[in-house]
């Protein structure tokens, strides 16, 4: 197993009981600089397969920027393209659970999936025990028929520029890459899909897309997304200085435009200037 893939998937099978033992907040030691509260998590998917997480700082940005250890499980699940999530542990001291704070309860709530369940773990009163995510959800605030988050898209976009590829899906153009992004996005609210592809020095290629949550702060940028495959790529050896390339694809004159989250957050984690964003365009069909 890769250096990677240890950090994404530390086990099949695992027991929901365990979960909580794979929590690794040392990950995040160099990534919560603001705050330095390190946050870990880990969820259970439905192939059986842990998807860790941990929280992300941005320097010099506020803490709105961040993305949350359960944020970042979320995005991690949906980038090994996992189905659902059975459970989720999350904890900020490495032995207590704790459920969700109410951002990640609506980035949660995207997925409306039934069977989701929180651990919850209380060593000094020795509890141990399973909380449906659905109790501890408001009233679901609907703006629409949406899709689910973590249902397979093909939003069926292609490049308003002359298209060069035959493929987009396969090819690997950094711009290619960040439209096969953008046909993941799940977008139901503002109809904006969007998707970000980063290259490092080893000409390696991380991407990720938008995830709209209807309570808006709950929603995951597709930089972030894109910052998610960095980590988990790098188990937490990321180098961010490494990031050569950039490439946003988004829909011409968006409502939700990602253009200046994308830059301030790459500016903020990318130490040279030689890191340009490019951005290029859709046709929806
Ligand atoms: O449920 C939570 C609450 C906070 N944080 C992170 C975000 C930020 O980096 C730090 C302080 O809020 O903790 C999480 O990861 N999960
Ligand atoms: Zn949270």
């Known amino acids: 197993m890769g250096e990677h893939l240890e950090f994404v998937l530390v086990g099949v099978s695992s027991k929901p009981s365990d979960l909580s033992k ?7 030691l160099g990534l919560a600089q603001t705050s330095r509260k390190y946050a870990g998590a880990a969820g259970l998917g439905s192939s059986g397969v842990v998807y860790l997480g941990v929280n992300v700082e941005f320097p010099g940005l506020s803490l709105d920027y961040s993305i949350h250890a359960e944020q970042f499980v979320v995005a991690n699940l949906a980038l090994h393209s996992e189905k659902r999530l059975l459970f989720l542990a999350m904890s900020h001291d490495g032995s207590t659970c704790d459920a969700p704070c109410h951002r990640c309860r609506n980035l949660l709530q995207e997925t409306r999936d039934p069977e989701t369940k929180i651990v919850i773990k209380n060593p000094s009163r020795k509890y141990h ?3 449906e995510l659905v109790s501890l959800l408001e009233p679901r605030f609907v703006l629409g028929d949406t899709s689910l988050l973590h249902e397979p898209k093909h ?6 520029e002359p298209e060069i ?3 987009s899906d396969a090819c690997s153009h950094l ?3 960040a439209l096969a992004a953008a046909n993941k996005s799940c977008a139901p609210y503002s109809d904006c899909p969007s998707g970000v592809a980063l290259k490092d020095r080893d000409g390696k290629v991380y991407r990720g897309w938008y995830m709209e949550s209807g309570a808006c702060e709950a929603s995951l940028m597709p930089i972030q997304t894109a910052v998610v495959d960095f980590v988990v790529s790098c188990a937490g050896r990321q180098m961010f200085d490494n ?4 490439v946003l694809v988004e829909k011409k004159d968006a409502r939700v435009s990602q253009v200046e989250t994308t830059k301030t957050i790459l500016k903020a984690l990318v130490g040279h200037p030689n890191c340009v964003l490019k951005v290029f365009h859709f046709r929806k069909p």
Do not use: M, P, W
């Open 155 to 160: 939003n069926g976009l292609t490049l308003l």
């Open 165 to 167: 590829c035959q493929d």
């Open 22 to 28: 794979l929590i690794d907040r040392k990950v995040s």
């Open 129 to 131: 025990g399973y909380v």
């Open 175 to 177: 711009k290619c890459r």
């Open 243 to 246: 990031i050569v390339e950039a």
